[in-house]
């Protein structure tokens, strides 16, 4: 899938903006390519609304996990779902473009795992969307739910582009991966409302600088809580689960109040 994204800019249009990037370069097949992406986006877009529908029906909270490749999201599921036990019932949908080697590593520790591979009739895309989330759902016991934590394909950048129907979106940083990744990867570091800053541990053995990150981070995305955690020491840990009950607790009462609107989206223009 080409670069593309759609951006919303309360302060200036009324209603959502799409933005398909400019096409102009592509002398023969321009307008056709923006006409298709738009489609694609506001099919996903319907999808992601049937999504949130089911997750409101059955009172299931969900948390769109992403990060690039490796940062650590499994690790972190691994010790979330222990973690969790006796506070929420929660159910993974992992996702992947092939193998079942994360969801086997999910498997067995007390949470229902879904796994969708984007290989398996869904291109091989790096990143799910909502038709891909959709297609895991009925795998899953979604109205014993408290939570359902949805492990995006390991990619920085595609899966911020796509709503698939969550109330929030978090991601994981490891500090392996460079201070300037927020102002080089500014779509995924604005589209989430909580940054997990992952391998902490590591952090004596690192010439990185975190205040450097953290400023980097500020200038894209001013107001994202950031969790200082290490999943292999389990440092930080209670912070990133409370966060998880605190947003079950807030979209627990924005349901019962029937409110169910579409979440803040990816919002910069590139
Ligand atoms: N030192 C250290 N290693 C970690 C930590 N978290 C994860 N790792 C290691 O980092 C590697 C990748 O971790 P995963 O949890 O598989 O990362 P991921 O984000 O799920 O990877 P993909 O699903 O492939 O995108 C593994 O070797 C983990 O053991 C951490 O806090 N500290
Ligand atoms: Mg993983």
Redesign the pocket.
């Known amino acids: 899938m080409g670069r593309f994204h759609r951006h919303t800019d309360g302060s200036v249009h009324e209603h959502d903006h799409r933005d398909v990037g400019d096409h102009t370069g592509y002398t023969q097949t321009g307008t056709e390519r923006v006409s298709v992406l738009e489609n694609i986006l506001a099919e996903n877009d319907r999808i992601a609304d049937r999504n949130r529908a089911d997750f409101a029906g059955a009172g299931v909270t969900t948390v769109n996990l992403m990060?690039?490749?490796?940062?650590?999201?499994?690790?972190?599921?691994?010790r979330t779902i222990t973690s969790l036990e006796g506070r929420l019932r929660l159910g993974i949908l992992e996702g992947?473009i092939a193998t079942s080697l994360?969801a086997d590593?999910l498997g067995g520790l007390g949470a229902p795992v879904s796994l969708v591979n984007t290989s398996a009739g869904f291109g091989g895309e790096c990143h799910l969307d909502a038709t891909m989330v959709r297609s895991g759902l009925g795998r899953l016991p979604l109205d014993q739910l408290d939570l359902l934590i949805i492990?995006n394909?390991?990619?920085l950048v595609c899966p911020a582009e796509f709503d698939v129907g969550q109330h929030a979106r978090a991601m994981?940083y490891?500090i392996t991966e460079g201070e300037e990744k927020p102002l080089k990867y500014p779509v995924m570091f604005h589209a989430c409302e909580v940054v997990v800053v992952?391998?902490?541990?590591?952090l004596a053995h690192l010439d990185f600088d975190l205040d450097h990150f953290l400023a980097n981070l500020r200038t894209v995305n001013p107001t994202a809580r950031v969790i200082q955690?290490?999943?292999?020491?389990g440092e930080g840990m209670a912070e990133w689960c409370d966060w998880l009950v605190e947003i079950r607790d807030r979209t627990a009462v924005a349901g019962a109040a029937g409110a169910h609107p579409r979440p803040h989206n990816a919002a910069l223009t590139g």
């Open positions: 990060s690039s490749p490796g940062a650590g999201k499994t690790s972190l599921l691994k992947d994360d590593e492990e394909v390991g990619n994981v490891a992952n391998k902490l541990d590591l955690l290490s999943a292999r020491s």
